[in-house]
């Protein structure tokens, strides 16, 4: 194949893998109602005042501040009347109203980094009520998708490493596609970590300089993201460089830094880690949301830490899917399906890794295991047993991505083994996605008569179309592997090429 002809066929898979990532985030864009997922209301609150300029808002004397946003906005609908019980249908849900004058509101996200909101809320401007909702949506849909896509592109043009595509796919829950197509920071930091992660591993294992600079550049903009979206961004970009610099060996990576570009790349990483950082510190803070269920003050330490363990275990199952308002889950063997396949990807990428590379993931998997537990035990007296999936997802990721990096390179295609992956990745997200449209439709456990809430365009197309694009995509991904695991032996040094 000439060289041309192979670019073009690269950037038909590549647009086919975003048009098909943004088509799945928008059925879920649809299919969830307003204020479907965990503090969207006042994530839209946040992203309206944002834009408007109102980067804060002023404190209650509390964790929350009080900004202006349109009165259409949000409506009486501060905590959705569906959303503590998972048997009330989404038809409850207040009118938004026609008044889209400024009002004082409450938001309890208020001390959060600013640029996610910056880059969603704008539609606030021109467009009113459920317009303006559906608008941001879409356009955090569009963003996470884009970030999705490039976690791909990198994956697939890691030369030589077969199961770098699978595990990515294998990442890309339900869970992730429902948060990218909601107003929550949570998807974009989900996304970007993933694209984060893999193109970390595939930068010097692209096979020509121009796959090479892609993958550099999607790491750049993948870090920088994942830096200040949310809290602990900070926190995962630096277990990221230090990971990055363990798989290359930290006496080549050290080399690189004497290269003026690309000490010009790690010093603008790491000056946006120290803005998020420093906007943690002085203006947000990492408490959890206030609960009910905070440890005894005679509870001994011992108490905290199985209790916060505990916690966490249920926090790892809610990566495949947990749904509303935190109140929703696919059937459990539809989890432990999607769990299953993550398990697999690791063991098979960790049992041929390298001993370093196996160093470096296993101490990966202990941090992602030991700093979740800890943060959760610390807040337990003062905030509760608190956290959810998507808090732990960056690192989380990441134990599967290096261990699949490390391995894939050593592992034989198995074309039946992918086509599992692939058909295991549709039933989970088919399953997940029918689940959760019932749930708001008829309220769990409620017959199915006549639905309180029915999506824009019906209740039959979101399901249908979402399948569609789900199969499609599942195979595409599928057929990526074959080349990805057909381009030679990875390179384990990034002193071969220079990466700018």
Same mark, same amino acid.
């Given at each position: ?27 879920? =864009? ?36 009080? =900004? ?66 559906? +608008? ?59 694209? +984060? ?27 920088? =993201? ?79 830490? +199985? ?97 699949? &990096?490390? &391995?894939?390179?050593?592992?034989? +295609? ?12 549709? =039933? ?73």
């Amino acid at each position: 194949m000439e060289v041309g002809e192979s670019g073009r066929v690269a950037g038909i898979w590549k647009l086919g893998i975003l048009l098909l990532l943004i088509g799945i985030c928008a059925c879920w =864009v649809f299919a969830t109602p307003l204020f479907g997922t965990s503090d969207e209301t006042a994530h839209v609150m946040k992203a309206a005042a944002v834009v408007r300029g109102e980067f804060v808002g002023k404190s209650d004397g509390g964790p929350n501040t009080i =900004v202006d946003v349109p009165q259409d906005l949000i409506g009486a609908n501060r905590i959705p009347c569906f959303a503590l019980d998972a048997t009330v249908s989404a038809g409850c849900l207040a009118p938004l109203g026609h008044d889209n004058q400024l009002a004082p509101e409450v938001t309890w996200v208020g001390y959060y980094p600013p640029l996610y909101y910056l880059l969603v809320g704008w539609p606030t401007l021109f467009l009113h009520a459920s317009s303006s909702i559906y +608008a941001m949506r879409l356009m955090s849909a569009l963003l996470g998708a884009a970030l999705l896509a490039g976690a791909f592109y990198s994956a697939a043009e890691a030369r030589g490493r077969a199961l770098l595509v699978p595990a990515t796919a294998a990442l890309a829950t339900p869970y992730l596609f429902a948060y990218v197509a909601t107003v929550n920071p949570s998807g974009m930091e989900m996304a970007s970590a993933l694209c +984060a992660w893999t193109s970390g591993i595939a930068l010097v294992d692209s096979p020509c300089d121009a796959s090479r600079r892609g993958i550099l550049i999607r790491f750049i903009v993948s870090m920088v =993201v994942l830096s200040q979206v949310r809290d602990l961004g900070p926190l995962f970009v630096g277990v990221i460089a230090l990971s990055m610099a363990g798989w290359y060996g930290f006496r080549s990576s050290w080399s690189l830094l004497a290269r003026p570009r690309v000490l010009a790349v790690v010093a603008g990483i790491a000056a946006c880690a120290a803005f998020a950082g420093l906007w943690v510190l002085l203006v947000g803070n990492l408490s959890f949301a206030p609960s009910r269920h905070a440890l005894a003050p005679h509870a001994g330490v011992l108490a905290a830490l +199985a209790r916060s363990a505990h916690r966490y275990a249920y926090n790892v199952r809610q990566i495949i899917g947990n749904f509303g308002w935190t109140n929703v889950y696919p059937p459990v063997r539809v989890s432990w399906l999607g769990l299953s396949v993550i398990a697999l990807m690791f063991v098979l990428g960790i049992r041929t890794a390298r001993r370093r590379q196996r160093i470096i993931a296993g101490s990966l998997l202990a941090f992602a295991v030991l700093c979740p537990i800890l943060l959760i035990a610390h807040e337990a007296r003062s905030e509760g047993f608190l956290g959810q999936g998507r808090y732990w997802y960056p690192l989380l990721a990441g134990v599967l991505v290096v261990a699949a &990096g490390a &391995g894939g390179s050593r592992v034989a +295609a198995n074309w039946l083994l992918w086509a599992g992956v692939a058909l295991s990745a549709v =039933v989970v997200d088919l399953v997940c996605f029918q689940v959760t449209l019932d749930r708001f439709r008829f309220g769990l456990g409620q017959p199915e008569v006549h639905a309180g809430w029915n999506p824009p365009g019906g209740a039959d197309l979101w399901p249908v179309l979402n399948g569609v694009l789900c199969i499609t995509f599942a195979w595409l991904w599928w057929s990526l592997c074959r080349s990805s695991a057909s381009r030679g032996e990875p390179s384990e040094s990034p002193l071969g090429a220079d990466p700018l």
